[in-house]
């Protein structure tokens, strides 16, 4: 392992599909750790660390997603925006929490954090990151100045020590082309309308986290068992997440092209490394293309991974260079978002402050950043290391 010469916190951000360690369903599936393995428990109990993990929506999008991390970081409730929740459709305001570090910015082990986002919760960390630094002018243009959340003030970028992606899908995935807007408007309507029928019923089990649309309601206050069936309130939401396809829903967010606008224009922040830890579980064949490599740990993506390793569409920039892939990730996907440089490395020490540093791809499919079908001890040294790596990073400032 490396030297440690930083005390930072260190917060997982989960991705599509992804769960909070308080759901029910996370006593038997832990998004980081699968069926048999903690890795949030392990880096805390077993290695010291100090280490969070939010519920974000799963099945939101990346600007969402970065406003309900800033909440979860330093408290409060969630402010989307007056001028994000008018485009979307949504409600500007979300749930409430109490802050997990509340003295983020103060001198000692809590001045900085660090980010880590596997698949969505790739994007959701760049962004976070961006606005962290950038701020949001749109937000502050709409905005009274006596309402404004401080989010979208930008200059917080020096509170980031590092943002790690795992094969991230920070220029989306050619699953969503090879599948087609009309299958993904139709997943979109049928997952949020079973959402506002059974959700309020659920949420404590899988918290769809739909309420921003106006469909569920936060499982924490929520009180009123009938709000699940009042089907007429629902529908616009219903309607406005279907059809949100330049931003708000997943299914979308996920298109090579609308990751690509959404992060377009995407920022660094001097002192903050950016590191990029794509995985790849296809190799090329006699045809040229991509086939599956043999063991690949989850069945589905033998499947998926071969669909993936042979399609191009190359009108929506899907060429040669995307059939690398995780099984649901093209390899491409997995570093800086699109038209910002990139530094190919071979370890962690080699990473700079304010450049999007790329590592060679780990040798398994998507879910063995999540411990699926991977044993304990190849999982944690994995991922240990990775950690490691990051506490030994230098400070910046």
């Known amino acids: 392992m490396a030297n440690k010469v930083t005390n930072y916190p260190t917060i997982l951000v989960h991705g599509f599909l992804g769960v909070g360690p308080d759901d029910y369903f996370s006593y038997l599936y832990r998004y980081?750790?699968?069926?048999?393995?903690?890795?949030?428990?392990?880096?805390?109990?077993?290695?010291?660390?100090?280490?969070?993990?939010?519920?974000?929506?799963?099945?939101?999008?990346?600007?969402?997603?970065?406003c309900e991390l800033y909440a979860y970081i330093f408290g409060g409730t969630v402010d989307y925006g007056v001028y994000h929740s008018e485009k979307h459709g949504i409600k500007r305001f979300g749930r409430t929490y109490p802050g997990v570090l509340t003295d983020l910015g103060t001198p000692g082990d809590h001045a900085k954090v660090n980010l880590i986002g596997h698949s969505f919760g790739g994007p959701t960390?760049?962004?976070?990151?961006?606005?962290?630094?950038?701020?949001?002018?749109?937000?502050?243009?709409?905005?009274?100045?006596?309402?404004?959340?401080?989010?979208?003030?930008?200059?917080?970028?020096?509170?980031?020590?590092?943002?790690?992606?795992?094969?991230?899908?920070?220029?989306?995935?050619?699953?969503?082309?090879?599948a087609g807007?009309?299958?993904?408007?139709?997943?979109?309507?049928?997952?949020?309308?079973?959402?506002?029928?059974?959700?309020?019923?659920?949420?404590?089990?899988?918290?769809?986290?739909?309420?921003?649309?106006?469909?569920?309601?936060?499982?924490?206050?929520?009180?009123?068992?009938?709000?699940?069936?009042?089907?007429a309130a629902k529908k616009a939401g219903i309607t406005a997440y279907a059809e949100a396809k330049q931003g708000g829903n997943i299914w979308y967010e996920m298109q090579p092209e609308v990751s690509d606008a959404m992060l377009d224009g995407w920022k660094a922040n001097k002192n903050t490394y950016y590191i990029a830890h794509p995985?790849?579980?296809?190799?090329?064949?006699?045809?040229?293309?991509?086939?599956?490599?043999?063991?690949?740990?989850?069945?589905?993506?033998?499947?998926?991974?071969?669909?993936?390793?042979?399609?191009?569409?190359?009108?929506?920039?899907?060429?040669?260079?995307?059939?690398?892939?995780?099984?649901?990730v093209n390899v491409p996907s997995m570093?800086?978002?699109?038209?910002?440089?990139?530094?190919?490395?071979?370890?962690?020490?080699?990473?700079?402050?304010?450049?999007?540093?790329?590592?060679?791809?780990?040798?398994?499919?998507?879910?063995?950043?999540?411990?699926?079908f991977v044993g304990k001890g190849k999982y944690y040294g994995i991922l240990d290391q990775i950690l490691a790596d990051v506490y030994a990073l230098p400070d910046t400032k």
């Open 125 to 178: 960390v760049t962004m976070f990151a961006w606005i962290m630094t950038e701020g949001c002018k749109e937000e502050l243009a709409a905005t009274p100045a006596d309402e404004v959340s401080d989010f979208f003030k930008g200059g917080k970028g020096d509170l980031l020590h590092s943002v790690s992606t795992l094969s991230a899908t920070n220029r989306g995935t050619s699953a969503t082309t090879f």
């Open 181 to 231: 807007e009309g299958l993904l408007e139709g997943i979109s309507k049928v997952l949020m309308t079973a959402g506002a029928y059974a959700g309020d019923a659920i949420n404590k089990v899988y918290d769809l986290y739909f309420d921003p649309w106006g469909v569920m309601e936060d499982p924490v206050v929520c009180t009123d068992k009938s709000l699940g069936k009042d089907m």
């Open 335 to 372: 570093g800086a978002p699109k038209g910002v440089e990139e530094e190919q490395i071979t370890e962690t020490a080699q990473a700079k402050p304010g450049k999007w540093a790329v590592l060679p791809p780990v040798n398994w499919d998507h879910q063995g950043w999540a411990g699926m």
């Open 32 to 66: 980081f750790g699968s069926f048999t393995k903690d890795l949030r428990k392990h880096w805390i109990n077993d290695l010291g660390y100090e280490v969070y993990q939010p519920a974000l929506g799963p099945f939101t999008g990346m600007w969402e997603r970065s």
């Open 279 to 328: 995985a790849c579980a296809t190799s090329t064949n006699k045809y040229g293309t991509q086939s599956p490599n043999s063991g690949v740990g989850f069945p589905l993506f033998s499947v998926t991974g071969f669909i993936m390793g042979n399609y191009m569409n190359k009108k929506r920039g899907v060429d040669e260079s995307w059939l690398p892939n995780d099984g649901i």
